[in-house]
T-cell receptor
Framework: GAGVSQSPSNKVTEKGKDVELRCDPI?????LYWYRQSLGQGLEFLIY????????KSGLPSDRFSAERTGGSVSTLTIQRTQQEDSAVYLC???????????FGAGTRLSVL | GENVEQHPSTLSVQEGDSAVIKCTYS??????FPWYKQELGKRPQLIID?????GEKKDQRIAVTLNKTAKHFSLHITETQPEDSAVYFC????????????FGQGTTLQVKP
């Protein structure tokens, strides 16, 4: 594909609802990362996938957050029982292999009311 | 824990002047240091990166220097132009073998025409 694609671009939800955010990485990229960017802040690492290896979940802030990557390509980040502090831009990045240049998607702006 | 500190948080320069942004990192095992530029509402885009086996890298008006002993690295932009106005993020690769990036808090650069 032309680049990392994320959907939806914007998501407004009510507190307590579940949301799913989707990331479609660059074709052929085996490594996929999720980051969170709160207003005026840097990017915070959430989770990493590499091929069929077990993901690195060390950055997930709570057990309400989970992610999967099916078939080594598309990834879904799920936030259960959303809270207002979950409001942020969620960015996905992919790289050819781990420790290579990371290319970012445009992000999903999540607003929890 | 892993940490990247970035200074200054805001920087205003006149067109044609130089701009310098500095970062320090905590993990002595870090080996990869990218810089990303993020325009308002856009995705972060890599502008330059450096690995620990070199001390300096240049690409036209942009240069990055790395001091591994002191654990700091800097971005230098010469002959600044209004289109350089954006938020700049430094990052360092985190612990483990994943290539996850630990980001600084960002520097908002304003270039006045």
């Amino acid at each position: 594909g032309a680049g990392v694609s994320q959907s939806p671009s914007n998501k407004v939800t009510e507190k307590g609802k579940d949301v799913e955010l989707r990331c479609d990485p660059i074709s052929g990229h085996t490594a996929l990362y999720w980051y969170r960017q709160s207003l005026g802040q840097g990017l915070e690492f959430l989770i990493y996938f590499q091929g069929n290896s077990a993901p690195d979940k060390s950055g997930l802030p709570s057990d309400r957050f989970s992610a999967e990557r099916t078939g080594g390509s598309v990834s879904t980040l799920t936030i259960q029982r959303t809270q207002q502090e979950d409001s942020a831009v969620y960015l996905c990045a992919s790289s050819l292999r781990h420790k290579n240049i990371q290319y970012f998607g445009a992000g999903t702006r999540l607003s929890v009311l | 824990g892993e940490n990247v500190e970035q200074h200054p948080s805001t920087l205003s320069v006149q067109e044609g002047d130089s701009a310098v942004i500095k970062c320090t990192y905590s993990d002595s095992a870090s080996n990869y240091f990218p810089w990303y530029k993020q325009e308002l509402g856009k995705r972060p885009q890599l502008i330059i990166d450096i690995r620990s086996n070199v001390g300096e890298k240049k690409d036209q008006r942009i240069a990055v220097t790395l001091n591994k002993t002191a654990k700091h690295f800097s971005l230098h932009i010469t002959e600044t132009q209004p289109e350089d106005s954006a938020v700049y993020f430094c990052a360092a690769d985190g612990s483990g073998n994943t290539g996850k990036l630990i980001f600084g808090q960002g520097t908002t650069l304003q270039v006045k025409p």
